[in-house]
Structure formats: structure tokens, C-alpha cells
């Protein structure tokens, strides 16, 4: 392992950022109940409604930006600033939670883009952005009307595999908070980085899709679980 290769590799999923506010996906009452996923998070749908897709995430950017990072957040931040290089964040989620908790940002990784990032849909030109998107707003590099969220919606490859992939064959413990373990590729990930070697474990509020792949399991709210986990890593107390 060297100084470059972590050794703990964590995947963060909804449920690690439910206690701030934020609401998960696929629990009752989740997003996914509430709009349909082909209108809103489809590349399909944005042709059809852009201005109902930009409204979507216009509410989403607004709900992240009221959010406040919660224990879990802070305790992953403590881990990363204890060990430098060491613990790197994987995370499904499109807010800036982790970053703002003080988790450095070349050492999380959004799978899934980011809320406060903006992408043109026409020369794919990304940007940091906190404005409110709109149809009548040109691309800062082409001038084109074509902005849209820098999130990566379904039918879309995600961000950084390439890192991932390598973090996940090298690391000695991988470690999934939050997640419900049903969205590919992050749910192959426990499976990829086992047969890699690495020790697993599951911080959860209940058991995953893939629970049964995991070497040890706890489970039980995020903002007590992981800062215990945390403690126990660093041999604190």
C-alpha cells in the first residue's frame, strides 16, 4: 500500500444525508415516489421538459444549500484529517455535505456530479454554479442554451470509475454507509473490492440488498454508528 493508495475506500449513499434533511430515493415517501424518475432524471426527459427538469433541481439546490452536514459527515472529515490519504469517500449523493463538513475534496469522489456544478448539454463544458438554472441562460464557454445539472442521470455512465475501481482492488477495508445496495455499479462494489481481499462492513439503518456480502454489519442511525465507527478506527476510547 503506498502513501497514494487508500486504505479504507467508503461509499455513502442517501441515508448517510437523510438526517440533514435530505431526502432519500427509494424509501416510502422518497423522491422516487413523489416524481417519476423518467421525467426528471432521464436525459430522455429533459428533451421532453427542460424547464420541469431545471425547476426539479432548482428546488434540489435550494434544499442541499439549507442542509447542514450532520455527525456522520464531521466523523468521516475527522477520519480523513486524522489519516491523511488514507480513508477516500465515494459518494452516490450530489450534495456537498462531505465537503463542508471539512472532508478534503480531492478525497471524495461524486459518482453521481454534483448539485452545485453545471454542465452544458451541447459542448459538455462543467462548471461550478450556484445560480438558478434556466432555459434562457447561455454556456459560458460556447453560448449555447443547453445548461443542465451536473449530475449523472439514468442511462448515463458515472464519474471517476476509473479511480474507484483501482481504490476498491487495493484497498484493506471497504466500508458502505447509507446505501440501499440496489443501484449498479456502486452495488457491486462490496463484491469487487472481497474478491480484491479487502475486509468489508455495512453501517446502515437497516440491512442492504447485498447485506449478505458484507464480513460484519451495524446497523442503527447514521449520525451514531459511523462516529462510533470512527472512534473505534482511530483507538479512541
Known amino acids: 500500500m503506498t502513501q497514494d493508495e487508500p486504505s ?35 436525459p430522455e426527459g429533459f428533451a421532453r421538459d427542460p424547464e420541469r427538469v431545471l425547476a ?3 428546488a434540489r439546490r435550494e434544499n442541499c444549500r439549507a442542509a ?15 489519516r491523511p490519504g488514507a480513508a477516500l469517500i465515494v459518494t452516490q449523493n450530489v450534495d456537498d455535505l462531505h465537503e463542508r463538513a471539512g472532508s ?4 471524495v469522489l461524486h459518482m453521481h456530479g454534483r448539485l452545485d456544478r453545471t454542465l452544458c448539454n451541447f ?34 455512465v458515472p464519474y471517476h470509475l476509473e479511480r474507484i475501481f483501482a481504490a476498491l482492488e487495493r484497498c484493506d477495508l471497504f466500508v458502505s454507509i447509507g446505501t440501499s445496495g440496489e443501484v449498479h455499479p456502486a452495488a ?7 474478491a480484491a481481499g479487502a475486509r468489508t462492513l455495512e453501517l446502515n439503518l437497516e440491512p442492504s440488498a447485498g447485506a449478505r456480502l458484507f464480513d460484519k454489519a451495524v446497523h442503527g442511525p447514521a449520525s451514531r454508528i459511523v462516529p462510533q465507527w470512527v472512534a473505534e478506527t482511530l483507538g479512541e476510547g
Not at 462543467?126 to 464557454?141: E, I, K, W
Request: hydrophobic share 40%.
Open 104 to 107: 478534503p475534496p480531492d478525497e
Open 188 to 194: 457491486g462494489f462490496v463484491a469487487h473490492a472481497r
Open 123 to 156: 459542448c459538455r463544458h462543467a462548471f461550478d454554479d450556484d445560480a438558478p438554472l434556466s432555459t434562457a441562460r447561455g454556456c459560458p464557454a460556447c453560448g449555447v442554451q443547453a445548461l443542465r445539472p451536473d449530475v449523472v442521470w439514468f442511462g448515463e
Open 68 to 82: 447542514q452536514p450532520n455527525p456522520a459527515h464531521r466523523a468521516l472529515a475527522r477520519l480523513q484529517r486524522a
Open 56 to 58: 426539479f433541481y432548482n
Open 8 to 42: 479504507i475506500v467508503i461509499l455513502t449513499g442517501a441515508g448517510i444525508s437523510a438526517e440533514s434533511g435530505l431526502g432519500t430515493f427509494r424509501d416510502a415517501g422518497g423522491l422516487w415516489t413523489q416524481v417519476r424518475l423518467e421525467d426528471v432524471a432521464t
